[in-house]
T-cell receptor, first 113, second 111 residues
Framework: ETGVTQTPRHLVMGMTNKKSLKCEQH?????MYWYKQSAKKPLELMFV???????ENNSVPSRFSPECPNSSHLFLHLHTLQPEDSALYLC????????????FGSGTRLTVV | DQQVKQNSPSLSVQEGRISILNCDYT??????FLWYKKYPAEGPTFLIS?????DKNEDGRFTVFLNKSAKHLSLHIVPSQPGDSAVYFC??????????FGTGTSLTVIP
């Protein structure tokens, strides 16, 4: 596989569930990101990992918990979410100095019921 | 505070005509700008970029213009094709740091 792969593509979960989103990149990039895309809002940066260390956490609620076990994998663990957390969650990767910015995955469409 | 703004949520253009998508930014330190294109059920993909040392960059049917004094950039697509129908995001960064994205403009090219 090439590029950035996200699984699952769609997820419906109850507010008391625990689930995880997975992202895998096969590009040899050294940074990975989680973004949230809600309707009529800009892409919101949630977490940044550079060389497997978290470098940014944009005031994201603790019910979202990222994990980066190695430079190729990124997880977003979800716990007791709210209906307003329903959105498209996009993973991206990049390499320092890359003029093309980020390579995005196809996203996970999350619905919290 | 939103640093990158796309004030037109949608745009419809006739096939063959020019599509102009606009983007404004507030941070004068931004020195690199990108346009991404996003189809439904797919992630955004890189389309074209421009550095602040230029005021124009062209790639086939796509041209990006940068007006630094107005803190404004625009994407021109000519001629527009039905396959160009997608959501277009502009993004900006300063000194290689994180990119800030706009809200996107949904372009529909009518055959």
């Amino acid at each position: 596989e090439t590029g950035v792969t996200q699984t699952p593509r769609h997820l419906v979960m109850g507010m008391t569930n625990k689930k995880s989103l997975k992202c895998e990149q096969h590009l040899g990039h050294n940074a990975m990101y989680w973004y949230k895309q809600s309707a009529k809002k800009p892409l919101e940066l949630m977490f940044v990992y550079s060389l497997e260390e978290r470098v940014e956490n944009n005031s994201v609620p603790s019910r979202f918990s990222p994990e980066c076990p190695n430079s190729s994998h990124l997880f977003l663990h979800l716990h007791t979410l709210q209906p307003e957390d329903s959105a498209l969650y996009l993973c991206a990767s990049s390499q320092d100095g890359d003029p093309y910015g980020y390579t995005f995955g196809s996203g996970t469409r999350l619905t919290v019921v | 505070d939103q640093q990158v703004k796309q004030n037109s949520p949608s745009l419809s253009v006739q096939e063959g005509r020019i599509s102009i998508l606009n983007c404004d930014y507030t941070n004068s330190m931004f020195d690199y700008f990108l346009w991404y294109k996003k189809y439904p059920a797919e992630g955004p993909t890189f389309l074209i970029s421009i550095s602040s040392i230029k005021d124009k960059n062209e790639d086939g049917r796509f041209t990006v213009f940068l007006n630094k004094s107005a803190k404004h950039l625009s994407l021109h697509i000519v001629p527009s094709q039905p396959g160009d129908s997608a959501v277009y995001f502009c993004a900006a960064s300063a000194f290689g740091n994180q990119f800030y994205f706009g809200t996107g403009t949904s372009l529909t090219v009518i055959p």
